[in-house]
């Protein structure tokens, strides 16, 4: 099956600990990004990827980092310097010069 | 201002009415739009994409833009009980970068 997986579904943390969230997908897309959403608000861009080995800050990336070895993959570190982790994280990708975007299933992060 | 606006809900219809969606933006440079419906604890499924202004129809589910007015609509018909759900207005300007709304939470009642 073509799609996007994100794991875990949910997690839970210890304040002052790093999380990685996982991301991959098998549609053969170049652009791949991260977004959180908290209630009430829309989603927000955390990072974005166009291309294998780069990648750019979205409109809240203090306290993330992201990678991207692999065109399949990008997976979301949530540091300590985080200040609110707690939150829906979704990863989507799409594919270069096209303006759709793609969701996966999504991990609820919750930081105690 | 924000650059998208979207009421928030929530919005109860009963089965088989037509429901109306709309967003409002600011920037007249946005051409993308989008409709994404999300259900509880799920991803965002995306319903419609249309490029500039005019109407774009996928079975029951009808999107309309009026750059115009800076104004975009989702229009649901003989809607279902399994139509309830979050339905997120997403626009860009270019690739890459989409601006979302907040989400209107739709109930449809049996």
């Known amino acids: 099956d073509g799609g996007i997986t994100q794991s875990p579904k949910y997690l839970f943390r210890k304040e002052g600990q790093n999380v990685t969230l996982s991301c991959e997908q098998n549609?053969?897309?170049?652009?791949m990004y991260w977004y959180r959403q908290d209630p009430g608000q829309g989603l927000r861009l955390i990072y974005y990827?166009?291309?294998?080995?780069?990648?750019q800050k979205g409109d809240i990336a203090e306290g993330y980092s992201v990678s991207r070895e692999k065109k399949e993959s990008f997976p979301l570190t949530v540091t300590s310097a985080q200040k609110n982790p707690t939150a829906f994280y979704l990863c989507a990708s799409g594919s270069t010069g096209s303006n759709e975007q793609y969701f996966g299933p999504g991990t609820r992060l919750t930081v105690t | 201002q924000k650059e998208v606006e979207q009421d928030p809900g929530p919005l109860s219809v009963p089965e088989g009415a037509i429901v109306s969606l709309n967003c409002t933006y600011s920037n007249s440079a946005f051409q993308y739009f989008m409709w994404y419906r999300q259900y509880s604890r799920k991803g965002p499924e995306l319903l419609m994409y249309?490029?500039?202004?005019g109407n774009k129809e996928d079975g029951r589910f009808t999107a309309q833009v009026d750059k115009s007015s800076k104004y975009i609509s989702l229009f649901i018909r003989d809607s279902q009980p399994s139509d309830s759900a979050t339905y997120l207005c997403a626009i860009a300007s270019g690739t890459y970068k989409y601006i979302f709304g907040t989400g209107t939470r739709l109930k449809v009642l049996a």
């Open positions: 249309t490029y500039s202004s």
């Open positions: 990827s166009q291309i294998v080995n780069d990648f």
């Open positions: 549609l053969n897309h170049d652009a």
